[in-house]
């Protein structure tokens, strides 16, 4: 018995065989949104806060002041150690002409020049010291948190304050070692954020190439597209497409 099918069923049934659902099968693990760059700044003087100009949550662009110290000694010093090059830098000069008059002899002149580079150096010192007073922004971000206060006294290496540059975020996801036969890098991945209950696309960028041990797990690491409602730290189901074969 012969059965014919009707035009409407025919295209129906090609529609849904050239589909991605008629080639693919989906495969889900749970992923967490990560900040490739995020970082806890600290203070490299002992000095006072004079200056926090951005407070948790606001946003700042790469070279802005984050933290402002003061540095009002340093400045002094730095002044001190310029006016001992001047006079090192005079000194070094005269004793080349006097040298020139054969009225010293080699070894004064070394001497000379060697405690004008020697000023120099504690020169070159003491601008990295004014340098530091000033904390900037190594990127475009904003503040996760202030682990200080303006006027409190700081002690060197202290954290001061957490920044995340949150424009370029990612995610770590943790899937079984046999997936490694049909994942690759490039491949595209879809996210369902727990909460909010919003979704997001990235492709893999890089596969550990290392597997646990223990597990039999290996971690991907996913590039994001730009997506504002993304926040790292967020949990996330990501949903992989593979050969209908796997």
């Not at 006072?48 to 540095?71: I, M």
């Not at 954020?193 to 997001?200: F, G, L, M, T």
């Not at 190439?209 to 597990?215: E, L, M, R």
């Not at 504002?228 to 992989?240: E, H, K, R, Y």
Request: glycine letters at 4%; hydrophobic letters at 50%; a negative charge.
């Amino acid at each position: 018995m012969r059965v014919k099918l009707s035009t409407g069923v025919v295209a129906t049934c090609l529609t849904w065989l050239l589909s991605p659902l008629a080639a693919a099968q989906t495969f889900e693990a749970r992923a967490v949104i990560t900040a490739p760059h995020r970082a806890i700044l600290s203070g490299e003087l002992a000095a006072r806060v004079a200056s926090l100009p951005f407070k948790v949550g606001e946003r700042f662009s790469k070279g802005d002041v984050v933290v402002g110290l003061d540095c009002a000694l340093y400045e002094a010093q730095k002044s001190r150690v310029a006016a001992e090059v001047r006079a090192a830098r005079i000194k070094r000069d005269n004793a080349r002409e006097l040298s020139a008059l054969n009225s010293i002899g080699e070894m004064d002149v070394a001497l000379a020049q060697s405690e004008y580079a020697q000023a120099l150096a504690e020169l070159k010192i003491a601008d990295l010291n004014t340098d530091r007073c000033e904390i900037r922004a190594p990127w475009d971000g904003r503040v996760v948190s202030v682990l200080t206060r303006a006027h409190e006294n700081i002690r060197q290496q202290q954290e001061l304050i957490e920044v995340v540059a949150d424009q370029q975020l990612e995610a770590e996801v943790v899937v079984p070692a046999a997936w490694l036969t049909w994942l690759e890098a490039g491949m595209s991945v879809h996210f369902s954020i727990d909460e909010p209950p919003v979704s997001a696309e990235g492709a893999i960028a890089a596969v550990s190439p290392a597997i646990d041990a223990v597990s039999q797990t290996v971690l991907l690491r996913v590039s994001l597209q730009d997506n504002p409602n993304l926040i790292p730290g967020m949990s996330a189901t990501a949903v992989f497409a593979a050969p209908v074969s796997q």
